[in-house]
């Protein structure tokens, strides 16, 4: 008579097998998101040891501020106490001077510009302080032949993924609002802005960040330039309102013609931003300062809990290095720009101490008259700054930044790129931020690290 005995061993061995298949998932997921859960989970006691004493919390942070500058007393000396109309027409020029592309500078015969940029690109930045051949790069994404256009499924908003002569690929993120359009509603709401990916890759040259793909507005014909090169996955998605020519590409939020964006008749402009060179991976994480995105939740850090930034920095992603000093330097560019949309960060893939690359600038510029303080908690939170960040937000204050600014972005394809409100926004927003800064470093110098920023 025949028993259930191989049958058992069977169930027993699919069940350790699918136990086996569960277990490599979970390490899988753990890696690509190594040390926070959903986005609007709390830091538990599952990625942190909260059992620590305080010597743990103050070591941590010592080793993320490894030099300390000796001349800290600087910060507050000559030539910032004395500020007068003739001292800031010669910041502003200086300046201008410094960061004003050269539109005119001609390659030799043959030059790659592409293999130019790309050899630009290190753990450490994204382009040079001073390159002279920016200019000719940016036209060339500007003006050069596509070759063929596709749609970019990842992220949830709607772009193109188009590629230059040359083989060069960008993105491309299309006009949806006109200059003078305010998003109301939370600061994360509406579409990307377009001239927002613009205005951050130059004011982030202003900051000496060097972090911002470069990105440059451009008009495209999509009758002429793109269908013709299009694969048919993008083709399927365009169509026709009137006598403007639309799509909707493929993304989480690209459903159908009601998600579609619309050409005014052929032309639509948009931002071209320039791809990294595939020789290099990258490595995305969740932000510690993230928002849930769930009406009614909140993240830890909204509660204002004291501890927050300590908890953080024992994590061995946060306990030493460059990278809370990045998270700080980012969202003081954000809270300038209006950029309350930073949920991730990636950074280059096994390279030691890698910068946080700066991607996706397109919820910037959403509101003139919105200041949203919260994008400063790693900043209030944590009461660190790179020493060179804070002196370069001190030259840019009184206006210098806005009248900076306005020079070099009046030379882009697309100017004007901002409104008065958004300049005016920029400085008073700049002025809030170095005011925090000093009453933080008078109270405690070691709020101002020094650390050597690419």
């Not at 298949?21 to 709390?42: H, K, M, Q, R, T």
Request: hydrophobic fraction near 40%.
């Amino acid at each position: 008579m025949r028993t259930g005995r191989p049958i058992i061993m069977k169930f027993r061995t699919r069940v350790v097998v699918l136990v086996v298949v569960i277990f490599v998932i979970s390490a899988v997921c753990f890696i690509s998101e190594p040390w926070l859960g959903p986005l609007d989970e709390e830091l538990s006691a599952d990625y942190l040891d909260l059992s620590e004493d305080e010597s743990d919390v103050e070591e941590a942070r010592a080793a993320v501020a490894p030099e300390v500058s000796e001349n800290r007393e600087d910060f507050f000396r000559f030539p910032f106490g004395v500020f007068n109309e003739s001292s800031r027409q010669k910041r502003i020029e200086q300046f201008i001077g410094r960061y004003d592309v050269d539109w005119n500078f001609e390659p030799l015969p043959g030059t790659d510009l592409w293999k130019i940029a790309s050899s630009w690109v290190t753990p450490e930045q994204i382009h040079g302080e001073y390159v002279p051949e920016l200019g000719a790069v940016l036209s060339a994404m500007s003006s050069g032949p596509i070759i063929k256009a596709d749609v970019m499924t990842k992220g949830s908003q709607l772009k193109l993924l188009l590629f230059l002569r040359g083989g060069q690929g960008v993105l491309f993120k299309p006009r949806w609002y006109d200059r003078d359009y305010i998003v109301e509603g939370k600061p994360y709401d509406g579409h990307d802005r377009h001239n927002g990916e613009i205005v951050a890759f130059h004011f982030n040259r202003l900051l000496g960040f060097n972090r911002v793909p470069l990105t440059i507005g451009r008009v495209v014909d999509l009758e002429n330039e793109i269908l013709p090169v299009a694969t048919e996955q993008l083709k399927a998605t365009f169509f026709k309102n009137g006598s403007n020519t639309c799509f909707y590409g493929k993304c989480l939020y690209c459903k159908d013609k009601s998600t579609g964006v619309c050409a005014n008749g052929t032309r639509m402009e948009g931002a071209v931003i320039l791809g990294l060179p595939p020789r290099f991976m990258f490595i995305k994480y969740r932000h510690p300062w993230g928002r849930t995105y769930r009406e009614g939740h909140t993240a830890r850090w909204e509660h204002g809990d004291e501890n927050y930034c300590a908890d953080v920095q024992k994590l061995s992603l946060f306990g030493s290095g460059r990278l809370l000093l990045d998270i700080i330097d980012a969202c003081v560019f954000d809270y300038i720009v209006g950029n309350a949309d930073r949920h991730h960060f990636e950074m280059f893939l096994n390279e030691t101490d890698s910068i946080l690359i700066m991607f996706d600038n397109g919820k910037s510029f959403g509101n003139p008259f919105q200041d949203e303080e919260s994008i400063l908690a790693p900043l209030k939170q944590c009461r660190r700054i790179r020493y060179s960040t804070a002196h370069n937000l001190r030259l840019l204050r009184h206006g210098v930044l806005s009248k900076v600014l306005g020079d070099v972005l009046s030379r882009d394809p697309l100017a004007p790129l901002l409104t008065s409100p958004h300049f005016h926004a920029m400085d008073r927003r700049l002025e809030y931020t170095v005011r925090l800064i000093e009453e933080y470093a008078e109270a405690d110098p070691d709020v101002l690290v020094e650390v050597p920023v690419s």
